[in-house]
RNA sequence: GGCGGCGUAGCCAAGUGGUAAGGCACUGGUCUGCAAAACCAUGAUUCAGCGGUUCAAAUCCGCUCGCCGCCUCCA
C-alpha cells in the first residue's frame, strides 16, 4: 500500500505516485520575511519537516523547495516605516527566522531561493505568459487574464461569475477583468526596483512561485504545499501561470495544512492575537509545542491555549520518564539462565509499534494516531518494568532496551524524544526550579534532614519537612535508591 | 451572497459502513509508615438534533441548529 495523502485539488485522498521512482519533489510556499514568525509559521515549518522526514524514513529521496518572499508591499512599507532598505528588513527576518528554525529543530529544505534572486526567470516567465496570450501589459503593470485559462479556479473550487458576484475587490481600470492578478508592477519613486521589457518594477507576489518551482522542480512535480489560507488566491494564481504556460499539471497533490487558532479564531496581525514563536519557546521546551503540534492531524484546526500546551508538556514528559526509566534498567545486573517472563500478548504489542506506526502514518500523516501507538507502547513498557524482578532476564532486557530504541526512532519522525531523557529531565527541573523560591542545595539539605528525622522514626519531623517543600513547590518521592524530587505538577 | 471545513466522555483528540484509539483531569485499588511515580480498574449503550438508506451508520443521504475558515495581505 502505497502512502496515502489528501488532494486540495481532487478533494480526496490518493496514493502518491512519485514521478519518478523512489523520489519527490515537495514545493512549500515560505515567510514573507517582515516580522518575527508566529506559531502558525511553526506549524507550516513543522509540518512539512515531519511529512519530509516521514517521507524519507520511507526510503524516498525528497528534494525540498521552500522559497522566501524576500520583495512584497508589507516588507516595502515596514522598511519604510523603520527607516531601512528593504533588503535589509528582508535579511534580518530571514536572519530571525533561522534562530526559530534552529531551536524548533527543524532541518533545512534542500534549496530555499529567494524572489530577488530570481528576477529574470520571472521576467521570462511573464514574457512567455504574454507571448501565449494570458497577460498583458496595462500602463507600467502586467496582469494575467483568467479569462484565458479556463480552468481558473479548479484548485480552490470556485468560479469566476461566483467570485465576482461577493467580490470585495477594489476596481482597478487598468485591468480588463476584476480577478486578472499582477505579474508584473511598475515601481513608484523610491521603492526597491528591476529593469523589465515593461520598464522599472517588481514582481507580483505569485508569480515567484512559478517561476522557482520550475526552475528547481521543472513543469511538473509531486507535491505543492503550504497553508490553508494560501489555496486561494495564491495557489490558484501559480496554477493559472504554471500550466498556462507549460500547458502540464503543475503538481500532482496538493497538501494543505490548516490554521493555529486562538480562542478558535485565526491567530492573525490583524486580531492582534498571534504569539511568536519565540515568545512560546520562552515558557516551553521546544518539543512541546512540537507535540502539541503533531496531536491533531495536520488538516484541522489547532487552538493554541495554556491548557493545551500543560497537556502537551505532560504527555511528553510521561514519553521521557519511560525512555529515562529504560536506560537506568539497561545498567541492571542479568540473571544468568533466566527465561523471559515478558506475555506474549505484550510482547506482540511492541514487536508491532513499527508496523501500526507506518499504517497510521502512511494514512494522510496521521501523527495523532502515530503519537497513541507510541503512548501504547510506553504503558506495555512501563507495565513490564513494574513486574521485572531486579535481576532480569537478558531476553527481556533485550525486548525493552530495543523497543525504546525504536520508540526513539519513530518519534524521530516527529523531532520528538531527540535529547537524552535524563538530559531532558535534568534540564527541564532546573528550568523550572529557577521559577521557584527555593534551589538544588538547600532541598538536598531537607531531604538529608528528613532521612535522619525518618531514620530515628520521627514521622512528624519528617511528614513536616515534606510538606514544607510542597508548599515550596517540591514534591519528594521515596525510592528504593532514597529519595528523589520533582516540581511539583511536572 | 459563493465555496469549504468542523460539531465524538469534564477537557484535548483519533476513528469515515461492522459495533467508540490515545492523552490530560477525576475516582477506586496495588505499592508506600504516609505520599509521589508507575501499574490495575472505572467512564460515551453513544458520536450536535431530526428524518432516511442498509442486515449493520459516529461513519452514506436529506433537513435543522451551532462554530470556524477562504472569497483582500496572510502559514
Known sequence: MPIQTYNTLSRKKEPLVPLTKNHINLYVCGITSYDYCHIG????????????????????????????????????NRAA???????????????EFYVDMDHLGVDRPTLE??????????????????????AYQSGTDVYYAVTGFPEYGKLSGRNLSDMQAGARIAINENKTNPMDFVLWKGSKPGEPTWDSPWGPGRPGWHIECSAMSRKYLGDSFDIHGGGQDLVFPHHENE????????????????????????RDEKMSKSLGN??????????????????????????????FSEAAMMDATAGLDRLYQCMAAIDDLSAAEIAENSTATVSAKDSHKLTTIEERFQKVMDDDFNTAQALAILFDAVKTINKICQQLPVRPAQADLNLITSSG??????????????????TYLLHKKST?????????????????????????????RGDSIRDQLLARGIELKDGAEGTSWQIKGH
Open 81 to 95: 516605516e523603520q527607516g531601512v532598505s528593504a533588503s535589509a528588513l528582508a535579511q534580518r527576518f530571514i536572519d
Open 41 to 76: 509559521h511553526a506549524r507550516s515549518a513543522l509540518a512539512f519537516d515531519m511529512i519530509v522526514r516521514y517521507l524519507r524514513y520511507r526510503g524516498y529521496t525528497v528534494t525540498y523547495v521552500r522559497n522566501f518572499t524576500d520583495i512584497d508591499d508589507k516588507i516595502i
Open 432 to 460: 523550572l526550579l529557577e521559577d521557584l523560591d527555593i534551589n538544588e542545595a538547600e532541598i538536598l539539605q531537607l531531604i538529608q534532614d528528613r532521612k535522619d528525622a525518618r531514620a530515628a522514626k520521627d514521622w512528624t
Open 405 to 422: 530504541a525504536l520508540i526513539k526512532k519513530l518519534a524521530g519522525v516527529m523531532g520528538l524524544l531527540k535529547e537524552d531523557a535524563r
Open 274 to 303: 498571534f504569539l511568536t514563536i519565540r515568545d512560546v519557546l520562552a515558557q516551553y521546551h521546544p518539543e512541546v509545542l512540537r507535540f502539541f503540534i503533531f496531536s491533531t492531524h495536520y488538516r484541522n484546526p489547532l487552538d
Open 239 to 262: 496554477v493559472a501561470q504554471s500550466e498556462g504556460c507549460c500547458g502540464k499539471p503543475l503538481a500532482n497533490t496538493w497538501i494543505h495544512h490548516g490554521f493555529v487558532t486562538i
Open 113 to 134: 531561493p529567494r524572489a530577488t534572486e530570481h528576477i529574470q526567470e520571472m521576467i521570462d516567465l511573464i514574457d512567455e505568459l504574454i507571448a501565449k496570450g494570458l
